[in-house]
């Protein structure tokens, strides 16, 4: 699953208004995977997998500290819809 960090630029948070992705990842087969070093602050983090699964994307805001990168994250996603 690919994972993408953009930080929020204003908004709200319904609809929060985003900066360019400040960092893409791969999630390993267990789901975790780790940022590189994030500045602190606010993100929206998306996660979609791929298409062949019958997992739904997702999208979260998140805040994070200078030290993203110490620890990995993971995320559990809802199936599809039928």
């Given at each position: 699953?690919?994972?993408?960090?953009?930080?929020?630029?204003?908004?709200?948070?319904?609809?929060?208004?985003?900066?360019?992705?400040?960092?893409?990842?791969?999630?390993?087969?267990?789901?975790?995977?780790?940022?590189?070093q994030l500045s602190g602050g606010?993100?929206?983090?998306?996660f979609t997998p791929p298409a062949?699964?019958?997992?739904?994307?997702?999208?979260?805001?998140?805040?994070?500290?200078?030290?993203?990168?110490?620890w990995p994250w993971w995320v559990?996603?809802?199936?599809?819809?039928?």
């Amino acid at each position: 699953m690919i994972v993408r960090a953009y930080p929020v630029t204003g908004g709200t948070p319904a609809s929060p208004k985003l900066g360019a992705v400040e960092a893409t990842v791969t999630t390993g087969a267990d789901g975790k995977f780790q940022f590189p070093q994030l500045s602190g602050g606010e993100y929206v983090v998306t996660f979609t997998p791929p298409a062949s699964t019958p997992y739904a994307g997702v999208w979260v805001t998140a805040f994070t500290s200078a030290q993203s990168d110490d620890w990995p994250w993971w995320v559990i996603l809802p199936f599809k819809p039928d």
